[in-house]
Nanobody, 111 residues
Framework: QLVESGGGLVQPGGSLRLSCAAS????????MAWYRQAPGKQREWVGI?????NYAESVKGRFTISRDNAKNTGYLQMNSLKPEDTAVYYC?????????WGQGTQVTVSS
């Protein structure tokens, strides 16, 4: 099970850190990805922490993915937020053919 937290309302240029707490299985053995879905749009890949960390071009240089295996938690640090970053953010782990998703956390960037 994955549970995201840390979303909220932030002004343009601000920062938020999202957390993705895992239970039932250690995340250390799996790649953890982050996605987002804005209203009326398809779910969009944001980035992934695996043997390396990679990001979508739209967030590169502003977002950072990390993980604390001891806490079994992944993080998405978001800086220099823009209104177009407004979306529900999801974390994801794939275990074999099973895709595990959290419930999502809303991020709203607005003045």
């Amino acid at each position: 099970q994955l549970v995201e937290s840390g979303g909220g309302l932030v002004q343009p240029g601000g920062s938020l850190r999202l957390s993705c707490a895992a239970s039932g299985r250690s995340i250390r053995f799996y790649a953890m990805a982050w996605y987002r879905q804005a209203p009326g749009k398809q779910r969009e890949w944001v980035g992934i922490s695996a043997s390396s960390t990679n990001y979508a071009e739209s967030v590169k240089g502003r977002f950072t993915i990390s993980r604390d295996n001891a806490k079994n938690t992944g993080y998405l640090q978001m800086n220099s937020l823009k209104p177009e970053d407004t979306a529900v953010y999801y974390c994801n782990i794939n275990i074999g053919t099973a895709a595990i998703w959290g419930q999502g956390t809303q991020v709203t960037v607005s003045s």
